[in-house]
């Protein structure tokens, strides 16, 4: 029976050997580890979380100030639809995060290398801020756009931020370092799991999951109620999805490399 091969780093490895994305990195120089490959992932990290918050909080802003033009659950499918595009988009380039408590999800879980983790978040935020800035400016004069706040008390908004994080991780984790996984439709099903979490969580904390996408327009329009909320929730649900995937998958198969 023929043992199926990934050529990595120009070597012919049986799969059961290859070494897991961790392993690598950390055989990895300085030079290696920020070559100009790693400065095109930063870039598309920024872009994706840009498109990611520019869509999300301006359907949200929208829907905010008529509902007759976008719904709620417009709102929600539009979270989803942006995630399933930029995933096809970019997902082959940075892996398409878009979100720090991914990115800090994936590195605890030896997906992804720690050196990269600030880099990224730095990106991420910065594309965050400046969707934030824009849409403030092209959707005057309605305020407040994608403000995440807790609709009930803020410990039940952190419960749904971890609940629907937990989920988003999780379906993320199968899709994206299993080989066993489906990735070519890695958009479709994170993107469902978005739009599945954000009409649960939308009523009581607004379904962020993403504490970028909190922060972005928190300092566009400096309103920081119960912001810790937003950056708590989500780091802890997405490490234990991660961590539970890593728990039940298929420990004699490789991980799928990351971008």
């Avoid at 929208?62 to 639809?81: I, Y």
């Avoid at 408590?101 to 730095?122: L, N």
């Avoid at 993403?210 to 912001?227: D, E, H, S, V």
Wanted: hydrophobic content about 50%.
């Amino acid at each position: 029976m023929a043992t199926a091969v990934l050529d990595y780093e120009s070597q012919t490895l049986p799969l059961a050997n290859i070494p897991s994305t961790s392993d690598i990195k950390r055989r990895l120089g300085f030079s290696e580890l920020y070559a100009p490959t790693f400065l095109r992932k930063v870039v598309a990290e920024m872009i994706g979380t840009y498109m990611l918050v520019f869509a999300t909080c301006g359907a949200a802003g929208l829907s905010k100030n008529d509902d007759q033009l976008v719904s709620r659950l417009g709102a929600s499918l539009v979270g989803g639809l942006i995630v399933a595009v930029m995933i096809y988009s970019i997902g082959h380039i940075s892996g398409a995060h878009m979100n720090p408590a991914v990115t800090v999800a994936f590195a605890s879980a030896r997906h992804f290398a720690w050196k990269q983790v600030p880099i990224f978040i730095m990106a991420q935020l910065s594309g965050a801020i400046v969707a934030s800035y824009v849409l403030k400016v092209i959707l005057d004069p309605i305020t407040e756009i994608g403000i995440t706040a807790p609709s009930k008390s803020p410990f039940q908004a952190l419960g749904a931020e971890i609940v629907t994080s937990f989920v988003l991780m999780f379906v993320t984790s199968a899709v994206a370092t299993d080989f066993k996984g489906a990735g070519q439709l890695a958009g479709m099903a994170c993107g469902c799991a978005v739009t599945i979490t954000s009409i649960f969580a939308g009523p009581i904390s607004g379904g962020s999951m993403n504490p970028a996408r909190t922060l972005g327009p928190a300092i566009a329009w400096k309103t920081y109620k119960a912001i810790w909320v937003y950056i708590v929730g989500p780091l802890i649900g997405t490490n234990l999805g991660a961590w539970s995937y890593s728990l039940i998958r298929d420990a004699e198969k490789p991980f799928r490399p990351l971008p």
